[in-house]
């Protein structure tokens, strides 16, 4: 019992600010500090919210934008992985594409948009791959250096204990680059809201992006804000799972260890 109040009590606190905020912003709009022509109050977003969602229109909108997101994530996560695990391991092959892969990376892949519209148009084919590159990354960068960071003096002694190759990976390197990758998976799900917010309101015919660009035409100010607050709702949800996993996987490492 005092696990589960401890937890609830950890979950409590964090939304202790946002409360305070809604609050705040909800006695503003009502008291005319801020004019409704400039941010609706909660009330009214709220009723927006109720709208939307007995029409159906907000859960076919926020499936088709998790959809989107997580197919681009699964994609260019994977691959991320696999160079990671790639240049961490060989020598050989870090040399070959690391150098090209870090000149990549320095190029904003939201510039990109005009020329991934020539290439897939408007399609699930340019949405998909901006979200793949946006996280791909974030995934590689941080895999490569956890295993880059794992103590060679425990890979050393595992060689000396007679560990194989793979009993090597699996028993010291891969546990001592977990805490790396896990910051790139939270960082990269951060990535992957943020291109799929640009993606849709350039280029698409559903999903959150779409409904705040249509609602922006009719000047339906609260349901800009809905899809704002939705997708912060999301991303925060994303990160919550990312960090139970975490915690679920990481409980050997002294950081995530009760008190």
Not at 8 to 13: P, T, Y
Not at 127 to 140: D, E, M, Q, S
Request: proline share 5%; charged share 15%; with cysteine.
């Amino acid at each position: 019992m005092s696990k589960a109040m401890s937890f609830l009590r950890r979950i409590g606190v964090g939304w202790l600010l946002p409360v305070a905020i809604l609050l705040f912003w909800e006695a503003s709009s009502r008291f005319g500090t801020i004019p409704s022509s400039v941010l609706p109050a909660p009330s009214d977003v709220a009723a927006a919210f109720w709208r939307l969602l007995e029409s159906g229109e907000l859960l076919r909108n926020i499936w088709v934008s998790t959809g989107r997101a997580f197919a681009g994530f699964v994609v260019g996560g994977l691959i991320g992985l696999g160079f990671g695990l790639a240049n961490g391991l060989s020598f050989l092959s870090r040399e070959i594409t690391d150098t090209t892969l870090q000149m990549v990376r320095n190029i904003p892949h939201l510039a990109l948009i005009p020329l991934v519209i020539l290439w897939f148009g408007i399609d699930e084919e340019a949405k998909l791959f901006l979200v793949a590159l946006g996280v791909f990354f974030p995934i590689y960068v941080n895999t490569l250096l956890g295993i880059q960071t794992v103590d060679p003096q425990l890979v050393e002694m595992g060689r000396i204990y007679g560990m194989s190759p793979s009993t090597l990976f699996f028993r010291v390197i891969l546990p001592g680059a977990l805490p790396s990758m896990f910051v790139g998976l939270r960082y990269a799900l951060g990535i992957m809201w943020l291109t799929l917010i640009v993606a849709e309101t350039i280029s698409a015919s559903s999903g959150l992006g779409y409904m705040a660009m249509q609602a922006r035409e009719f000047l339906m100010l609260d349901v800009v804000v809905l899809s704002i607050l939705i997708y912060a709702l999301l991303g925060k949800l994303a990160d919550s799972v990312a960090r139970a996993l975490e915690s679920a996987c990481l409980k050997w490492h002294p950081a995530f260890q009760a008190a």
